[in-house]
């Protein structure tokens, strides 16, 4: 296969030496964007967990510059995934359902939609400085044809275009392709194997010889190259390769989160022995918190935040974040800007030199912050962070304030069958398993004090008046302004399954689906 002369190349050129780039014009630095899959908060050892798995995360976060409140758009994969490449919050991009209210939704197999032909993606923009852009790992954008990475502006994809669920009966449910850019190269479980009662799997070290490979290529075309690296193995079934099996003190996952600080270090040293490391700016994050409900073996740690993925508590939507860039980024600093996953699309255009598309844009450039160009590095402190489920808005942070104006984990009928989004944190009258509107009186928490949503700040008190005195113009400007995009996550086929992707002819791995019959989907939470 490919990939593999490819790793074999790499490792040729690592032993002998055999590496020369001369770094581009530091006028338009080489882009790195690190997305993690459910990684949380407080899997981090700089963010504080005592499991030593994230030796190289520290280092990177020694040389460079910490986000301790960082934020994804979304609480779900697929959303806050599509707000990264667009720079809009899901209700803007389209990226939501109305099927339900309040309700996430993302991309399986039966999704007909994904992201919107309106939308103009990253990897698009930068193509006007000359960017070669390319995405390894997870997609989560819609998997037709239509809606693939190669039709949105990236230059090359190696991965896949959903969650790595499975294995499949073939007569009721593909297996999800894997993609060499335009083309299947095989499946999971078949050609790329996950082993769900061992987990073991290669796919980490595929990905990581993707990204090697891919930089190599470009440090000597001496192109600017924009790299979306989105491994997926701390999703569950949360998986690792045979040397990382068994190491880490919390299980599985932490044998997960081990490979991939083992990349990270990899992929931060291969930019050294290039020469290019003070041309590359890079940022590592996740799409949204720890997967607590799918329990210790197979999820992680928000660390002192209420919560996790799928909900707007802190635990769902504060992930860990680190930028990089030697020479540029002062080393070990920590700035305590509100940022958020957005924020990397405008800059990215930045740093790149490129003028933001005329539209309404959520990020902002955090040049200022990252280059420490403004003598108090505050420059955009009193930004909102917005908290949306689906498209009602459910919660706004500004300041260190958090005003709930909706709360909800998961239903009661979810949580009485084992489904628990909040184990072992339940809060009385804010974790709530039916939806409670909060609009007249929010639920205000001050998340210095509390981070993790437990002491409500008291209505009668002047802290309380004073500070929804402050959120509320914010709240109201944004939601007046607002225009959502037409909804994308609304509408389920099982003909609209991974059957029979571009490539399965060579293979021999063309499948038959069913007639198609468009239902509305069902979103349970």
């Not at 998997?143 to 994809?157: A, V």
């Not at 297996?175 to 987990?199: A, D, H, L």
């Not at 437990?454 to 400007?477: A, D, F, G, H, W």
Request: aromatic share 12%; charged share 15%.
């Amino acid at each position: 296969m490919d990939t593999f002369i490819k790793s074999f190349t790499i490792i040729y050129f690592i032993t002998c030496g055999c590496v020369s780039a001369t770094p581009v014009n530091a006028s338009t630095p080489n882009i790195i964007i690190m997305l993690m899959d459910d990684i949380g908060w407080g899997d981090l050892g700089v963010f504080g967990q005592p499991s030593k798995e994230t030796p190289n995360l520290d280092k990177m976060a020694a040389q460079g510059m910490l986000f301790p409140n960082f934020y994804t758009a979304n609480p779900l994969c697929s959303p806050s995934r599509a707000s990264l490449l667009t720079g809009r919050l899901p209700v803007r991009n389209g990226f939501y359902t109305t099927n339900g209210h309040a309700r996430n939704a993302y991309t399986p197999q039966e999704m007909v939609g994904g992201i919107s032909s309106d939308e103009i993606l990253l990897p698009r923009l930068l193509k006007k400085k000359g960017y070669v852009s390319k995405i390894v790992g997870k997609w989560h954008l819609g998997h037709r044809p239509k809606f693939l990475p190669l039709e949105h502006g990236f230059d090359q994809w190696f991965g896949a275009p959903n969650c790595h669920f499975g294995p499949y009966n073939s007569s009721e449910r593909p297996n999800v392709p894997v993609y060499n850019n335009s083309e299947m190269v095989g499946r999971y479980y078949e050609e790329f194997q996950i082993n769900k009662k061992t987990g073991e799997s290669n796919l980490t070290q595929l990905y990581l010889q993707e990204a090697l490979g891919f930089i190599h290529q470009q440090s000597l075309s001496r192109k600017p190259f924009f790299l979306y690296w989105a491994p997926d193995s701390t999703h569950s079934p949360v998986y690792a390769s045979k040397r990382f099996l068994g190491r880490s003190p919390r299980g599985r996952y932490g044998d997960a989160v081990m490979e991939i600080d083992d990349s990270v270090g990899q992929i931060l040293s291969w930019l050294s022995t290039l020469g290019i490391e003070q041309n590359t700016f890079v940022f590592f994050t996740s799409d949204n918190g720890a997967a607590v409900m799918s329990g210790p073996n197979e999820s992680g740690s928000n660390g002192p935040f209420l919560c996790g993925k799928e909900t707007t508590f802190e635990g769902g939507m504060r992930e860990p974040a680190v930028a990089w860039w030697p020479g540029h980024i002062p080393g070990a600093s920590v700035s305590f800007q509100l940022s958020s996953l957005m924020d990397l699309f405008s800059t990215s255009l930045s740093l790149a030199g490129v003028s933001p598309p005329n539209r309404t844009l959520d990020g902002l450039d955090l040049t200022p912050v990252l280059l420490n160009s403004h003598p108090n590095n505050t420059s955009l402190t009193d930004r909102p962070i917005f908290y949306y489920r689906g498209n009602q808005l459910m919660a706004v942070r500004l300041g260190p304030y958090k005003a709930h104006y909706w709360t909800w984990s998961n239903s009661w009928e979810e949580f009485e069958s084992g489904i628990n989004f909040c184990p072992g944190q339940e809060v009385p009258g804010v974790t709530t398993h039916t939806q409670k509107e909060h609009t007249l009186q929010p639920i205000i928490f001050h998340l210095g004090r509390d981070p993790g949503e437990k002491y409500p700040i008291s209505v009668l008190s002047m802290e309380y008046q004073n500070t929804l005195r402050r959120i509320t113009p914010v709240v109201k400007q944004h939601l007046d302004s607002l225009v959502p995009a037409a909804p994308q996550l609304n509408m389920c086929d099982l003909a609209a399954m991974n059957w029979a992707p571009a490539g399965c002819e060579r293979l021999g791995q063309c499948l038959k689906g069913p007639e198609s019959l468009p239902w509305k989907c069902e979103w349970p939470h």
